[in-house]
């Protein structure tokens, strides 16, 4: 099945919730403390601002709004849980440009956090958009439901934790050869964890906040997974394929450090029709929603086709 929706229509929508998320989090990253916190010291804030502010498609608490829309979900809390998802993305970003993990000088176009700042504040930055990640998870303006908001915030830990993005980071740094002799390295099991956790989150996220039926949960669940590898096959390709200037980031870096990606093990045309194959297994898993899912169909083809 293909999206009833144009690309143009798409790309209007994912705008919008772009701009609405920027609100949420402009509001969220003030320098007003909170009852409860002694005070927002000024360079933290500005730092956090700098790594979460006016940039980057959103594409993440898209994810949350869209999945939410299939339900029903108020749009208002479905924004407010995807800034908390934003918010350990933008957190991991700028962790992984620092010079201990990806050293990393660009990001979306412009230096990165430590760049303009120093290890020390990047650190902090990536620190507190974590935990304040959790104080957005847990507010009641995201359920009046006590159970929804604990089944998020455990959902949102597991995907940004251990066992989710976090571990997958090590396992990445692990195949550069990091900690010692290089050993096989699973491409998926690394992707699952370090890209796909997160992009899965924003897909069940929805589905929580709906309360939907297991049928509509494992539909989305399985969507989410595809989506999460096609992002991260497609982020390869454009490793291979495009430059800085189009990334926001410097290309080749996968490459540079000697990383096994889906591209160097299934070459670039095996990785562009394993891409179709999780299209299709998309499509079909949003099937159950009828043109309810239309938009979550197109946010697949907007994945696998992006050019940065």
Do not use: W
């Not at 829309?69 to 108020?74: C, E, L, S, Y």
Request: overall charge negative; glycine content about 10%; aromatic content about 4%.
């Amino acid at each position: 099945m293909t999206s009833g929706l144009s690309s143009a229509d798409f790309a209007k929508r994912l705008d919008t919730t772009a701009d609405e998320t920027e609100a949420v989090l402009e509001k969220l990253l003030s320098d007003t403390a909170l009852p409860d916190e002694i005070a927002r010291p000024k360079r933290l804030m500005d730092a956090m601002r700098y790594s979460s502010l006016g940039g980057g498609k959103r594409l993440r608490p898209f994810l949350v709004v869209e999945s939410s829309a299939v339900f029903g979900v108020p749009r208002e809390a479905a924004l407010l849980a995807g800034a908390a998802l934003e918010c350990i993305h933008c957190y991991s970003l700028i962790h992984d440009d620092l010079p201990a993990m990806d050293n990393s000088d660009l990001r979306r176009g412009r230096p990165t956090l430590h760049k303009t700042t120093d290890d020390a504040t990047a650190i902090l930055a990536g620190d507190g958009l974590l935990t304040l990640a959790f104080d957005i998870i847990t507010r009641d303006e995201v359920h009046d439901d006590p159970a929804v908001r604990l089944l998020l915030t455990r959902a949102l830990a597991r995907a940004a934790g251990i066992g989710g993005m976090v571990g997958g980071q090590l396992l990445d740094l692990a195949g550069e050869g990091r900690f010692g002799d290089r050993g096989p390295v699973d491409v998926a099991r690394v992707q699952q964890m370090k890209t796909g956790a997160l992009l899965r989150f924003g897909c069940i996220a929805g589905a929580l906040l709906g309360q939907a039926s297991q049928k509509d949960y494992q539909a989305l669940d399985t969507y989410g997974r595809a989506l999460g590898e096609a992002f991260q096959i497609a982020d390869d390709l454009l490793d291979v394929e495009s430059d800085a200037a189009a990334l926001g980031k410097p290309a080749g870096a996968d490459a540079a450090l000697g990383k096994t990606t889906f591209v160097t093990q299934l070459g670039i045309d095996g990785a562009k029709k394993r891409v179709r194959d999780l299209l299709a297994k998309a499509d079909e898993a949003l099937s159950v929603f009828g043109t309810r899912g239309d938009v979550l169909r197109a946010a697949a083809h907007f994945v696998a086709d992006r050019k940065s």
